[in-house]
């Protein structure tokens, strides 16, 4: 569905990602793993156009050079974005009504908000309170919802855990976890090696701009030596 | 009694004459950073339409304001796709150095095209006819204008707050980046900023030109500096704060003129723009300012 090939990125004069290639199948989820400044949030920029990127990015066989920001979100990618970027001065509701701004049945939408206040009551109970009054946990759950409510094809997410207690952390990898196996197609960008292989199908080591190394998520979680030595993570 | 009755009727005229000014470019501000320092040369457009239309057209005046709103507001959006478009992500430097080469640029074309001269338009006097309320004498046209504010308030609020379009634009004014991201278009944002813009300068322009009844090609100036005060003391970027300053600078101006004494009438101004600067140094970003955002990573 995905498919980057010899991808660079690059802010200003500086080279972020050196020429990787990944791909990532229908319904499949995707870890890209890596600690800081190894490129993963780079990657995700170029993948939704706000980066300055060089190599193919092809999404469903279509290249995505020329496709503006706003119309590779139109062709069905969502992101969560780092850091979350919830509209803090929106309500909940309204937060969940933009991620659903482009589509066109208006009569689903509503039904879809009500469907995430189901599955998430605590964002049904703060359904009018600002977004910036949430919780990291509870924001990191809108900012999800919100990239859901485009009805994506694929969904990026990066780094869904960062900032949280270890128990919220548990809460949204089990969220993802729930999506994948709905059929959601996810990218999955991590520090949290361990955590995101658990829920992963395939799993790239991104260093340094430099995919160090890529496998199963079996292959890749039973080579934990390999992983500590490249990323000092696991 | 019947003098105090007066003249808070015409603090508040004036007060939702600049709510209205203020508003058309705190709207443009909050969602792309611009102070749009041609918005006065839009207004301007307003007049100068309003002189063709009376030439030329028709010397009804509902065709003639009509008219002109519809002028300003496209002359707002055409600036935008032009001018503003190009320098959209630049530094707000950049921006406002756009806008002020608009804003010369458009006062020598009334210079050069039209004329140097003010031109009249008697077609609006009408307006502004003397009626009595509640044994106050007061002018229609604060009616008018004290309405017309009271709607657009409204209208845009309900607008900002009902409509995906409206939240997407109050969400600009904090990340336009993660709107673009959710797939809501910047372009129809910024058009969209542009024409509510637009068509409240139409609405000030019918307004001013019934009070003052000539158009000349520095017809902008002097509104669009109100505008900026009332943004100022309001909180920049916020359009609650751009009403509540507007309001603000209109009542003190009325109070300066009933309070100074004649012989001091020559310093109205000192003394307004010194009551604002002491509202500055109280609340140094405006008295609304939006949150700063604290730009903590999560």
Redesign the interface.
């Known amino acids: 569905m995905l498919d980057i090939q010899n991808l660079q990125v690059f802010h200003g004069p500086i080279e972020a990602v050196h020429g990787i290639s990944l791909s990532v199948a229908s319904g499949q989820c995707v870890a890209l793993l890596g600690p800081n400044g190894a490129g993963k949030t780079s990657t995700i920029s170029a993948i939704?156009g706000?980066a300055q990127a060089s190599g193919t990015i092809a999404f469903e066989g279509t290249d995505l050079a020329k496709v503006s920001?706003?119309d590779r979100?139109?062709r069905g990618i969502a992101?969560s974005?780092?850091?979350?970027?919830i509209?803090?001065?929106?309500s909940v509701e309204?937060?969940l009504?933009?991620?659903?701004?482009?589509r066109s049945d208006r009569e689903n939408i509503q039904a879809d908000i009500d469907k995430w206040f189901d599955t998430f009551p605590i964002l049904g109970e703060r359904r009018s309170q600002p977004g910036g009054t949430l919780s990291?946990g509870e924001?990191q759950m809108l900012a999800i919802a919100?990239a859901l409510m485009?009805r994506p094809k694929i969904l990026l997410l990066d780094e869904p855990s960062?900032?949280l207690a270890p128990r919220i952390v548990a809460q949204v990898f089990q969220m993802i976890a729930q999506l994948r196996s709905e059929g959601m197609t996810i990218l999955l960008v991590e520090q949290n090696a361990r955590q995101a292989l658990d829920i992963s199908d395939y799993g790239y080591l991104l260093n340094n701009g430099r995919i160090q190394a890529q496998g199963t998520s079996a292959e890749l979680g039973g080579s934990k030596d390999m992983m500590a030595k490249l990323t000092g993570l696991v | 009694m019947e003098y105090a009755a007066q003249q808070i009727i015409n603090a508040l005229s004036f007060g939702a004459e600049y709510a209205l000014l203020a508003l058309g470019l705190a709207i443009v501000f909050s969602v792309m950073g611009l102070v749009n320092f041609a918005h006065g040369e839009v207004i301007a457009v307003g007049g100068y339409t309003m002189v063709a239309f009376a030439a030329l057209v028709t010397a009804n005046p509902l065709i003639i304001i009509i008219g002109a709103v519809a002028a300003t507001a496209l002359t707002s959006v055409a600036l935008e796709r032009v001018a503003f478009r190009p320098v959209r992500y630049a530094d707000p430097t950049t921006g406002l150095l756009t806008a002020f080469g608009v804003s010369i640029v458009l006062q020598n074309l009334f210079l050069l095209f039209i004329s140097p001269r003010p031109i009249a338009v008697t077609s609006l006097y009408f307006l502004d006819a003397p009626v009595m309320v509640l044994g106050v004498q007061i002018s229609s046209l604060q009616i008018f204008e004290s309405i017309t504010t009271v709607v657009v308030i409204i209208g845009l609020v309900l607008f900002l707050q009902r409509t995906t379009l409206g939240l997407a634009m109050r969400a600009a004014s904090l990340d336009f980046e993660m709107v673009r991201l959710t797939g809501i278009r910047a372009n129809r944002v910024f058009a969209l900023a542009f024409l509510i813009s637009g068509l409240l300068a139409g609405l000030a322009c019918i307004f001013i030109m019934a009070r003052r009844g000539s158009v000349d090609p520095h017809f902008g100036f002097n509104p669009v500096l109100k505008a900026f005060v009332a943004c100022v003391v309001g909180g920049f970027g916020s359009l609650p704060g751009a009403v509540l300053g507007g309001f603000l600078l209109g009542a003190v101006e009325v109070a300066m003129l009933v309070l100074l004494p004649q012989e001091y009438g020559g310093l109205k101004d000192a003394f307004v723009f010194g009551i604002i600067a002491l509202v500055l140094v109280w609340r140094p970003d405006g008295i609304l300012s939006p949150a700063r955002e604290k730009g903590d990573k999560l």
């Open positions: 939704c706000i920001v706003e979100i139109g992101v974005p780092e850091g979350r970027r509209f803090s001065n929106l309204a937060n009504r933009i991620g659903g701004g482009i990291g924001q919100r485009s960062l900032g």
